[in-house]
T-cell receptor, first 117, second 112 residues
Framework: ETGVTQTPRHLVMGMTNKKSLKCEQHLGHNAMYWYKQSAKKPLELMFV???????ENNSVPSRFSPECPNSSHLFLHLHTLQPEDSALYLC????????????????FGAGSRLTVL | GNSVTQMEGPVTLSEEAFLTINCTYTATGYPSLFWYVQYPGEGLQLLLKATKADDKGSNKGFEATYRKETTSFHLEKGSVQVSDSAVYFCALSDTPGNQFYFGTGTSLTVIP
């Protein structure tokens, strides 16, 4: 399999559930990202990992917990979410941070559509 | 700071019409500029990019020219097809840091 793969594609959960989103990339990239896409809002960067180290956390509530066990896999653990957290969660990867800007192109997965009841 | 502003949608065009989606940016350094496209039910895909002033990015009949003097990167296509219906995002990436800044997206619908 090639590119960036996200699972599950759709997830419905209650506010008290614990679930995880998974992202896997087969591109040999070393940077991975979580973005949140909500209707009529700009893409929101949530977390960035560069060579497995978290380099950015954009004031994301602690009910979202990322994990990056290696450069190919990224998880987003979800716990006690709110209805306003319903959105499309996009994973992306790139070669690595610190490259000349034009060389560090983001490749996105298809997203995980999350609905919180 | 860095930011991207793109025209509000939605845009509806007839097949074979000319397309322009405006994008302007604010940047403190010398960014690279991108257009991404999102088809229904999918993630964003890179459509084209330009890394320095006066560069023209092109792909699948789409073009955009990096204009430093007007801080713009407008997307154009001479003859749109129904299959071009999607949401288009303008973005910039700075150096160093590689932080990406996205516009809010412009929805395009092409009708036969």
């Amino acid at each position: 399999e090639t590119g960036v793969t996200q699972t599950p594609r759709h997830l419905v959960m209650g506010m008290t559930n614990k679930k995880s989103l998974k992202c896997e990339q087969h591109l040999g990239h070393n940077a991975m990202y979580w973005y949140k896409q909500s209707a009529k809002k700009p893409l929101e960067l949530m977390f960035v990992y560069n060579f497995k180290e978290q380099t950015e956390n954009n004031s994301v509530p602690s009910r979202f917990s990322p994990e990056c066990p290696n450069s190919s896999h990224l998880f987003l653990h979800l716990h006690t979410l709110q209805p306003e957290d319903s959105a499309l969660y996009l994973c992306a990867s790139s070669q690595h941070r610190g490259l000349e800007s034009g060389a560090n192109v983001l490749t996105f997965g298809a997203g995980s559509r999350l609905t919180v009841l | 700071g860095n930011s991207v502003t793109q025209m509000e949608g939605p845009v509806t065009l007839s097949e074979e019409a000319f397309l322009t989606i405006n994008c302007t940016y604010t940047a403190t350094g010398y960014p690279s500029l991108f257009w991404y496209v999102q088809y229904p039910g999918e993630g964003l895909q890179l459509l084209l990019k330009a890394t320095k002033a006066d560069d023209k990015g092109s792909n699948k009949g789409f073009e955009a020219t990096y204009r430093k003097e007007t801080t713009s990167f407008h997307l154009e296509k001479g003859s749109v097809q129904v299959s071009d219906s999607a949401v288009y995002f303008c973005a910039l990436s700075d150096t160093p840091g590689n932080q990406f800044y996205f516009g809010t997206g412009t929805s395009l619908t092409v009708i036969p």
